[in-house]
């Protein structure tokens, strides 16, 4: 793992690339992250972002040459895996994201996060080599950059953590699994209290859970050791 600071917005915006690797010695795949430490950020690689990157590893015969979204994408491993397994991969995240203050030599000035978010991801495109396209998407909102899309894969990674942005994303899910016939939503969670209120808007969303498994039961022992929490994997679909 190779650690650097950022030089552009002050000692305290403190920045590293972190090295994931995928396959055995037959086939190695390594990714590049760029990580911002600073909290406001949230461009960190979670647990459940590594739990999905390897699961599009497994599945990557499911991925070859696919359309792939992923939401609220932040530092992208999961999208970035299936890229270079050939999908055709769309990189999103909240466009209404707030702003913060940064200071600039002596001037603090507001920069907005969202568009920092959606730069660090076109750099860890370029930084892997990899052409996806990066768009602000905010869940709920419907404008172009939603009808533009016709995913066979949905990705998400830890999307279900705050509970009042969880009708938005099942619109925003719904909208893009019924444009997509046969498309599919694949999402890794922490298992926390808000079971009950998914399970109720994916019955007003008109969706169904097809696969349900514990998200250490597929990882490699060296990775499931260096991660903790309770963490399923879920696929799902539109009712038909």
Not at 84 to 113: F, Q
Not at 194 to 202: A, N
Request: glycine letters at 10%; one cysteine or more; charged letters at 20%.
């Amino acid at each position: 793992m190779e650690t650097t600071k950022g030089g552009g917005a002050g000692k305290s915006d403190m920045k590293k690339v972190s090295q994931h690797e995928f396959g055995g010695e037959d086939a190695p795949l390594s990714i590049s992250i760029i990580e911002n430490m600073k909290e406001e950020y949230g461009l960190f690689v979670w647990p459940c972002s590594v739990i999905l990157a390897e699961y599009v590893w497994q599945q990557q015969r499911r991925f070859s040459g696919a359309r792939v979204v992923e939401l609220g994408a932040g530092t992208s491993l999961p999208g970035l895996v299936a890229a270079k397994l050939g999908s055709h991969v769309t990189l999103t995240d909240d466009a209404n994201r707030p702003e913060v203050c940064v200071c600039v030599g002596a001037i603090e000035v507001a920069v907005a996060v969202f568009e920092q978010v959606l730069d660090n991801m076109g750099r860890v495109c370029e930084l892997n080599g990899v052409d996806c396209k990066v768009v602000g998407l905010t869940w709920g909102v419907w404008d172009s950059s939603v009808f533009d899309l016709e995913p066979k894969f949905i990705l998400g990674a830890d999307v279900l953590y705050e509970t009042t942005a969880f009708n938005d994303l099942f619109a925003t899910v719904a909208y893009l699994l019924q444009n997509s016939p046969g498309s599919v939503f694949i999402t890794t969670y922490h298992n926390r209290s808000g079971h009950h209120l998914i399970e109720l808007l994916m019955a007003k969303w008109r969706l169904k859970c097809s696969k349900l498994l514990d998200g250490f039961s597929f990882m490699p022992p060296h990775k499931a050791s260096a991660l903790s929490g309770n963490i399923q994997l879920a696929e799902i679909v539109a009712l038909d």
